[in-house]
């Protein structure tokens, strides 16, 4: 994926492909977290994701719409992901 980092099982990176999205249940991925807005992308990504075994949360902002909560929601999406399993955040 482009722009990845990865540390303690979080992985923030750009939008990923179709095809790297099917690669992550082998990865030992567990859980998305999408942050972009939804006219950002090109066709919903929250099916794709479920039909591939995963958690899909889907918290959007922007640097300028960010909050407080925003960022809570994030944190608690991350902390409840599924034990065992990492985190993608794009």
Not at 61 to 69: E, L, N
Request: aromatic share 4%; hydrophobic share 35%.
């Amino acid at each position: 994926m482009r722009n990845e980092v990865t540390l303690a099982g979080l992985t923030v990176a750009g939008q990923p492909t179709d095809e790297e999205l099917a690669a992550l249940p082998a990865q030992g991925y567990g859980t998305v977290i999408n942050v972009r807005m939804p006219e950002e992308q090109d066709q919903p990504e929250g099916p794709k994701v479920e039909a591939l075994g995963m958690r899909y949360v889907s918290i959007p902002y922007t640097v300028q719409t960010i909050t407080r909560a925003d960022v809570r929601k994030v944190r608690d999406a991350i902390e409840s992901a599924p034990p065992g399993t990492k985190t993608l955040t794009h």
